[in-house]
Nanobody, 123 residues
Framework: QVQLVESGGGLVQAGGSLRLSCAAS????????MAWFRQAPGKEREFVAV????????YAANVVKGRFTISRDNAKNTVYLQMNSLKPEDTAVYYC????????????????WGQGTQVTVSS
């Protein structure tokens, strides 16, 4: 129902910062819960962060808490993931996801997905 396109990935040195963007089309994001997930080779897709349709409620996974921040600009129909103090273990393909009804932080809880953007953190 909503199409999502991520951008902003790339190569960055450990300790650096990067901001990912997720642009939506087809539907306004104002009524959606939005999340970021990531997946490294050989690993399952894991939850990173989520926020409510209003952007007023947010939650981040423990492994990124204090370093990553999710935010949204409903006027621009865009969700962001600000990543600071990046570590090599943050290397993964990062995916934007959306759901109309929040049911948890599993990948299966989100029905709309972007194509992913590669983030590589060098030592």
């Amino acid at each position: 129902q909503v199409q999502l396109v991520e951008s902003g990935g790339g190569l960055v040195q450990a300790g650096g910062s990067l901001r990912l963007s997720c642009a939506a089309s087809g539907r306004t994001l104002s009524t959606y819960f939005m999340a970021w997930f990531r997946q490294a080779p050989g690993k399952e897709r894991e939850f990173v962060a989520v926020n409510s349709w209003s952007g007023g409620s947010t939650y981040a996974a423990n492994v990124v808490k204090g370093r990553f921040t999710i935010s949204r600009d409903n006027a621009k129909n865009t969700v962001y993931l600000q990543m600071n103090s990046l570590k090599p273990e943050d290397t993964a393909v990062y995916y934007c996801a959306a759901t109309l009804k929040y049911g948890g932080t599993r990948a299966a809880d989100f029905g709309s997905w972007g194509q992913g953007t590669q983030v590589t953190v060098s030592s």
